[in-house]
Structures are given as structure tokens and as C-alpha cells.
């Protein structure tokens, strides 16, 4: 029961960012994201949460993307962002290792590639991946 409440209040928190991210473009003076970014950070956003529920932080870029990003302490992180014309990058940082891959779209996010990473940082990290 607590694991529910738990995943539903940092969902709801990364959707309220997804929601505010136009606003805050608008404010930083980027490029303001397109309604195909913010449909499929949203969509991913929701996969996500069904692989590991953690606090994941939503937050626009200067170019015009959205960025899903989940840090685990210095020099580790999980970062996807999501261009507006559809593309998303995942960069990977552990420590001195880091690795990248590229999508023409977001439908099969969280792939395997991406599950690596967030498992890898989960274990970095030692939080829990949902089952």
C-alpha cells in the first residue's frame, strides 16, 4: 500500500513539471516545447513509473526538448531527452563511464538499453526497480 502512494506522489510531481515545463521554456527563454515532446514524455513518463518508481525530474531544454532525468548521486544519472520533432537521446553517466543511444521515436521507451542504465543506477544508488 505505502509503494502505491509513494509511486502515485512522484508521478503526480513529474507530471506537474511536464505540465509547467511550457511556462518555465517561456520564462528561461528557449525554444517552447512541442505538443509531441509533451505527449510522449508523458507516455514514457507512465511506462517508467510501472519499472521503477522514483522521483524523476522533468524539466525543459534550451532547444526546444524535454529532458527525463534521474540522478543518483555525483557523476550518475539517467537522462532522456525528448526532441520535438518526435527523436530522443539517452545519455548514461556512471562515474567515469558513460554511453549514449538515439531513437527515431519514443514508442519502445524504457527499451532495454534504458533499463540497463536504470538498473545500473539503482545499483549504484541501492534503491529498489519495481517488479
Not at 509503494?3 to 506537474?16: G, N, P
Not at 521554456?25 to 510501472?50: H, I, T
Request: aromatic share 8%; with cysteine.
Amino acid at each position: 500500500m505505502a509503494y502505491s502512494l509513494i509511486k502515485s506522489v512522484d508521478l503526480e510531481a513529474a507530471l506537474k513539471d511536464l505540465q509547467d515545463a511550457r511556462l518555465e521554456a517561456e520564462e528561461e527563454g528557449f525554444l517552447c516545447p512541442s505538443d509531441e515532446a509533451m505527449k510522449n514524455v508523458e507516455q514514457v513518463l507512465y511506462r517508467l513509473y510501472d519499472t521503477w518508481a522514483c522521483r524523476y525530474e522533468v524539466y525543459p531544454m534550451p532547444d526546444g526538448e524535454i529532458a527525463i532525468h534521474v540522478r543518483g548521486g555525483p557523476r550518475k544519472s539517467v537522462a532522456l531527452l525528448f526532441e520535438p520533432e518526435g527523436q530522443v537521446l539517452c545519455l548514461v553517466s556512471l562515474g567515469a563511464n558513460w554511453r549514449r543511444a538515439r531513437y527515431s521515436n519514443s514508442a519502445t521507451l524504457p527499451d532495454a538499453f534504458v533499463m540497463e542504465a536504470l538498473k545500473e543506477l539503482r545499483d549504484a544508488t541501492g534503491e529498489q526497480i519495481a517488479k
